[in-house]
Every structure is written in C-alpha cells, then in structure tokens.
C-alpha cells in the first residue's frame, strides 16, 4: 500500500511539474518574443510618451506613470505603487488604475475597446493603457501596456523594459481579447 501511495504522489508530482513546466516556457516565450515592424505601412505614433521601464510586477504605475507624465502630470512609478500595489494580488487591480489618475484631478474611463477605438485615440493624441493576458488556459498572466501607436501590421506599446515595442495586430488582439479588450483612456478634463 505504501509503494502505490509513492507512485501515485510521484505522477502527481511530475504531472504538476509538467503543467508548470508548459506554463513557463509559454509565459516566457510570449513575454519575450519582439516582433520586427514591418517595413512597409503608414506609423501612427505620439512620440512623447514618457517610458518607464517596469519593475517586477509593476506594469500598472509604470504604464500610469507614462501616461500621466505625458499629461503634465509628474509622478513616478514608485509613488503610484506606494498608493495602488496590491501585495496580496502581486500587481495592481483595475479598479485603482482608474480611481488613482481620477485622484490627481484626470478623467479616466475604463471601457471595452477595439482596433478602431485604439487607431482613432492615437490620432487625437490620446494614449491608452490596455490590459492582455499572456496566459493559457485557466492561468492568467494579465499585464499592463501604453499603446502609443499603430500601423496596419499591429500596434507599437511601451511594455515591460521595452520602450517602442511592435505586437502584429493577431498576437496583440488574441491577449487583448482575454481581458474583453480591457482599455483606460486618461486625459485632462
């Protein structure tokens, strides 16, 4: 009986490990595959979105950070994180992406967007933090970008540690797509 008890726990183990295993070499691989940007296209880009380099899991008063600046707001990712990071959820909620710029006297609408509703807020000078999700399955891996362009081959994103980043617009709508296409406009009232 004790031997069938140790195999059992053994295929558990190696089943768990397996599953973990997948779900790294994913999250990895999606995390940090760069596409090249086409060549060819017309760019929409705003050029002045000030980046900030993401710490571990600080993706949301990063992207805030970028975007509140580019208002003539000056704060930095650490401030933001000292009001909104959620230790026990290990990132920050939604919620607080919103409430904190509306604090700081901005209009911030989070809203369900699309491609259309991306290209058009670019082109009146509006960056968007999205939300994707680069997990698989029932794991998410949810994680906040600037979108600060567009061609007709994907959209260009401040993310992580990389400033300019080109997502092919499948790639990009497939992880968007997760989040029901989870957007946050902020811009002066």
């Known amino acids: 009986m004790a031997i069938f008890k140790e195999k059992v726990k053994a295929k558990v183990k190696n089943f768990i490990m397996l599953g973990l295993s997948l779900n790294l070499i994913i999250f990895l691989h999606s995390c940090a595959s760069v596409d090249k940007i086409p060549e060819s296209g017309q760019y929409h880009i705003i050029a002045d979105v000030r980046f900030f380099a993401q710490e571990t899991y600080q993706c949301g008063p990063a992207s805030l950070a970028g975007v509140m600046n580019y208002w003539n707001i000056g704060v930095t990712p650490e401030e933001i994180a000292r009001e909104i990071y959620s230790e026990s959820a290990k990132g920050t909620l939604d919620i607080d992406m919103v409430i904190y710029p509306q604090k700081k006297g901005m209009f911030a609408e989070q809203y369900s967007g699309g491609m259309e509703d991306l290209r058009k807020n670019i082109d009146a000078g509006h960056p968007l933090i999205t939300l994707v999700d680069y997990g ?37 709508l497939k992880t968007w797509e997760r989040t029901k296409f989870w957007t946050l406009l902020i811009k002066r009232k």
Do not use: L, R, T
Request: without cysteine; hydrophobic residues 45%; proline residues 0%.
């Open 136 to 172: 698989f399955w029932v794991v998410q891996a949810n994680h906040f970008m600037v979108i600060v362009g567009y061609n007709e081959h994907g959209v260009i994103a401040n993310s992580g540690k990389e400033k300019g980043k080109f997502i092919a617009e499948k790639d990009f």
